[in-house]
């Protein structure tokens, strides 16, 4: 009988030993987790009418982006979306 990883209804059938520690609480390994997590992510994202938009800037710009959006007392992405909008509108 062969075992797929993503089984989640047959723990661990090949597994004899008792493994001290806490029992894990989800049967998938850690990489296909956060796979399974993303996507659920991605999916209310586009649920919420929500888009993607990535690019990289030089620590320096990071720096300050990050600090002036402590000081607003908001997220980095909500300052950010905050900005873009107040440019847009002008």
Known sequence: MAKSSSDRTTPDLFAQEK????????????????KFNKRNQVKRDREKGLKRIEFKVP??????????????????????????????IK
């Open 19 to 34: 493994r001290p520690g806490r029992p894990r609480t989800n049967l998938l390994p850690r990489q296909e987790q956060l």
């Open 59 to 88: 620590a320096e710009l990071y720096q300050q982006l990050s600090e002036a959006a402590e000081q607003a007392h908001l997220t980095r992405s909500a300052y950010l979306e905050q900005v873009l909008t107040n440019v847009l």
